[in-house]
């Protein structure tokens, strides 16, 4: 069965950079289309970026301009490039696909905050 480890999350001050990895395992013919999510307690999950081929992307409003999210489909693996991020990305974040009819079990995901 397909599973997707999440890694790179970390402390950073607002305004840093992290750069969040997503890696297949298991049999998959295509990480493509691919989401990244994030949760934070007692919320809901939400996509906050998309991937559905190489080029093809859509973020969420509130990461537009400062997230980049990108794929190496020989590798099975995503990545969400984070850039200017503030106190509110503090989060765990995932990746799975985009349709629910389609999602595998949830990671562990990796947790991202920032502060001072």
């Known amino acids: 069965q397909v599973q997707f480890v999440e890694s790179g999350g970390g402390l950073v001050q607002p305004g840093g950079s992290l750069r969040l990895s997503c890696a297949a395992s298991?049999?998959?013919?295509?990480?493509?289309?691919m989401g990244w999510y994030r949760q934070t307690l007692g919320k809901q999950r939400d996509l906050v970026a998309s991937?559905?081929?190489?080029?093809?992307?859509n973020y969420a409003d509130s990461v537009k301009g400062r997230f980049t999210i990108s794929g190496d489909n020989d590798k099975s693996t995503a990545f969400l490039q984070m850039n200017s991020l503030k106190v509110e990305d503090t989060a765990v974040y995932y990746c799975?696909?985009?349709?629910?009819?389609?999602?595998?079990?949830w990671g562990q995901g990796t947790q991202v905050t920032v502060s001072s």
């Open positions: 799975n696909a985009i349709d629910s009819n389609l999602w595998v079990p």
């Open positions: 991937i559905f081929t190489e080029g093809q992307t």
């Open positions: 298991g049999s998959i013919f295509s990480i493509y289309p």
